[in-house]
């Protein structure tokens, strides 16, 4: 079955450092989306691309986050410099250009900063 | 913003009763899809609703969406231990054309055998 896949799965490190994580979206798909899900706020937006051009990054604090799709096949998202209320899972997912298509999630990435 | 608020947040059941989650969204919505997030996974698509008043059945799941297109609810008849999860309702609202989707906090089902 294809997938979307993100790496990496889990990330440690120290406030401060630059994190990037990456999403490699089912081929053929042509929207991303980049949620994070903690306790607290459940799942939030952070990023939405179409066909690689940015639709709404609103969710997304813009002082350190920046969420890129370089080509059709990796997405970015990167926090620079990090900070620990950014522990959270950060989820990729893909879909078809459509309403009613579904969104299909990676495994996501587990990050927490000391 | 829209708003899809999601309740209860908790519940939890002895194996073979039923389990109800509610979703109630503060603007009209043109679809409402539903996951299903295990324990350590990743959500995972269930079905999805457009017309109002729709009912849908997948085995023991039973989903509906209201005759005004702002709320929808996820009944599971029965329940197992398979059943164990958070479930999500996500809500696109209307006339929007493209994928962005507002998730409820999720309802967290745990199950006794």
């Known amino acids: 079955d294809a997938r979307v896949t993100q790496t990496p799965r889990h990330k440690v490190t120290e406030m401060g450092q630059e994190v990037t994580m990456r999403c490699q979206p089912i081929l053929g798909h042509n929207t991303v989306f980049w949620y994070r899900q903690t306790m607290m706020q459940g799942l939030e937006l952070l990023a939405y691309f179409r066909n690689r051009a940015p639709l709404d990054d609103s969710g997304m604090p813009k002082d350190r986050f920046s969420a890129e799709m370089p080509d059709a096949t990796l997405a970015t998202l990167k926090i620079q410099p990090s900070e620990p209320r950014d522990s959270a899972v950060y989820f990729c997912?893909?879909?078809?250009?459509?309403?009613?298509?579904?969104?299909?999630f990676g495994d996501g990435t587990r990050l927490s900063i000391l | 913003g829209q708003q899809v608020m999601q309740i209860p947040q908790y519940q939890h059941v002895q194996e073979g009763e039923d389990f109800t989650t509610y979703c109630n969204s503060s603007?009209?919505?043109?679809?409402i899809q539903w996951y299903k997030q295990r324990p350590g996974g990743h959500p995972v698509f269930l079905i999805q609703l457009v017309k109002s008043g729709e009912v849908k059945k997948q085995k023991r799941l039973t989903f509906q969406f209201g005759e005004a297109k702002k709320n929808s609810s996820l009944h599971i008849t029965a329940t197992q231990t398979t059943d164990v999860g958070t479930y999500f309702c996500a809500g696109r609202a209307g006339g929007t054309s493209y994928g962005k989707l507002t998730f409820g906090q999720g309802t967290i089902l745990t199950v006794h055998p």
């Open positions: 603007t009209t919505l043109s679809n």
């Open positions: 997912a893909s879909g078809s250009q459509g309403a009613e298509q579904p969104q299909h």
